[in-house]
């Protein structure tokens, strides 16, 4: 099972589960299933196929439906496929229930968010955030784990035992969540003072959907080597750098990436990340806008800051990587004059992307520095309202 890549390592090979249903359109599920194998390369599985399904609504006890985990189970010895991905979250019944079937490692998209963001965490803070997430999802699925394991050693004794070992495990994970809470109340107590010792600073948060750019827009200002990688969750701590933009110094904070579907126990747990942009008087929100659906991505982002009440802050929305972008893919019939790709600026501020939401629109491309003159201007005016309100004995400065 799995192939050796040419590090000596072994990469597991996955395949893919979505449903069509009247809540979740073809396309959607097709978009989110491309995204799902992204967060799978992101993870280290190679993804071999896709398998969906159009039902009314997920099956109770398999998610999907009879014939078609027949199917994926066919596919699966005969591929010889080590991992299957749901991309909704399956209850504990129903991952007891395909696993009993496939008889492979079995993961739904919250799992492998939780993996992923397991596998970035640097810093304390981080470590003790993804901890207790992963906690909280393991908490309800504990007896899928101990039916695995009866099945491993044929069941033999265990069911006694294994009822008590339940309940102990169960009581030690509830204690481990309490005192991870407790940690992170200790560590945002800390956070909150850091904040607050930072003064009266004009602070800037770069807010987006994972993998927009954030970073490099981040190491592009501030001259600093944040972490950038072309994966899904690159940052997941919140990184600040003291930028000066001609004679203003203000406080720029790259924070993690959005996604939708995220798992809510991440929301709860990374509540410090998103104190940064609940508290930062500007936002820069970045999209890629060489995406096909960077206006789902768009309304993804806004409804988080909507729920963390920061949504009516001064927003400069920035169009990231136009060095990507082509007319051509963004329309619906075929063009033949090469000319019509051709994304000069003036182009770009004819679209209706540059009147989006009645927020100041500005594209640039921070991988090849192009147009950061104009995003620097429209930063600088942003920071100086509130920088002249905040420090008007400093007017003779500007």
Not at 201 to 230: H, P
Request: with cysteine.
């Amino acid at each position: 099972m799995g192939n050796y890549h040419s590090t000596g390592k072994v990469e597991e090979t996955a395949i893919l589960i979505g449903l069509i249903t009247p809540d979740q359109k073809e396309e959607n599920v097709k978009e989110y299933l491309e995204e799902l194998a992204f967060l799978a390369e992101t993870s280290g599985a190679i993804t071999k196929k896709s398998f969906t399904q159009k039902v009314p609504h997920p099956n109770p006890a398999t998610f999907v439906g009879k014939g078609k985990l027949n199917e994926i189970d066919k596919y699966v010895k005969e591929h010889c496929i080590d991992i299957v991905i749901f991309d909704d979250e399956l209850s504990p019944t129903q991952l007891r229930n395909v696993e009993k079937v496939l008889e492979v490692k079995i993961l739904d998209r919250n799992h492998l968010i939780l993996d992923i963001f397991a596998s970035r965490a640097q810093t304390a803070a981080a470590k003790t955030q993804v901890e207790l997430a992963q906690y909280q999802y393991l908490l309800p699925r504990l007896t899928r784990m101990w039916t695995h394991l009866e099945r491993q050693k044929g069941g033999i004794g265990m069911r006694g035992p294994g009822e008590t070992q339940i309940e102990t495990d169960r009581r030690i994970i509830q204690q481990k969540i309490s005192l991870l809470k407790e940690k992170l109340k200790h560590i945002d107590k800390q956070k909150s003072v850091q904040r607050g010792n930072r003064g009266k600073m004009v602070r800037v948060a770069l807010v987006g959907y994972t993998n927009v750019g954030k970073s490099t827009t981040m190491n592009m200002l501030s001259k600093s080597a944040v972490f950038a990688e072309n994966k899904l969750f690159a940052t997941l701590d919140t990184t600040v750098r003291k930028v000066v933009v001609r004679n203003i110094p203000f406080l720029m904070s790259d924070t993690v990436g959005f996604i939708r579907k995220l798992p809510h126990q991440l929301v709860d747990s990374f509540k410090s990340t998103l104190d940064e942009v609940r508290e930062a008087d500007i936002l820069v929100h970045i999209l890629d806008i060489s995406h096909p659906t960077f206006e789902d991505q768009f309304n993804v982002v806004n409804n988080t800051l909507k729920d963390i009440e920061a949504l009516d802050k001064p927003t400069i929305v920035l169009f990231n990587k136009i060095d990507a972008y082509s007319f051509a893919d963004h329309l619906d019939y075929e063009i033949h004059d090469e000319t019509a790709n051709a994304t000069s600026m003036e182009e770009l501020k004819k679209t209706w992307m540059a009147k989006m939401n009645d927020k100041k629109c500005v594209f640039i491309s921070a991988t090849n520095k192009e147009n950061i003159e104009e995003f620097k201007d429209v930063l600088y005016d942003e920071v100086k309202k509130i920088h002249v309100a905040r420090f008007p004995y400093n007017e003779f400065l500007y």
